[in-house]
């Protein structure tokens, strides 16, 4: 379930890059984030490896910032693909709205540099 957002606001929505561009799709609808659109922007967990602590952690951190069903998809997000390197990302939008993301390496690259942290 990597390049997703896994909770709050567009929960479900693919993450895609194109160039530095970064974009949330979802069917047909497909939205632009940029530098200006984000308050906020904090790594939760870059994990590498499978073990029990990762979805017990990220379990934690999702139910802190979005209650039960964030307790649920951080700990869902966190058990599968051993050895993969996977990120899970939080923004928060200028308007208030907010988003657990769950990216790869190549995709979390990009974010770096557009938020520019």
């Given at each position: 379930m990597k390049n997703k957002v896994v909770a709050g606001d567009f929960q479900n929505w693919d993450i895609i890059c194109r160039g530095n561009r970064l974009y949330f799709m979802h069917r047909l609808t497909k939205e632009e984030i940029t530098k200006n659109d984000i308050a906020r922007f904090e790594t939760v967990s870059d994990v590498s490896e499978h073990s029990l602590w990762k979805p017990l952690l990220a379990g934690g951190i999702g139910s802190a910032m979005f209650g039960l069903p964030?307790?649920?998809?951080?700990?869902a997000a966190a058990s599968g693909g051993r050895g993969s390197k996977s990120f899970l990302v939080s923004l928060e939008f200028i308007d208030g709205?907010?988003?657990?993301?769950?990216?790869?390496?190549?995709?979390?690259?990009?974010?770096?540099?557009?938020?520019?942290?």
């Open positions: 964030g307790m649920m998809i951080g700990a709205r907010k988003s657990l993301l769950e990216v790869d390496k190549a995709i979390y690259k990009i974010l770096f540099r557009i938020f520019g942290i």
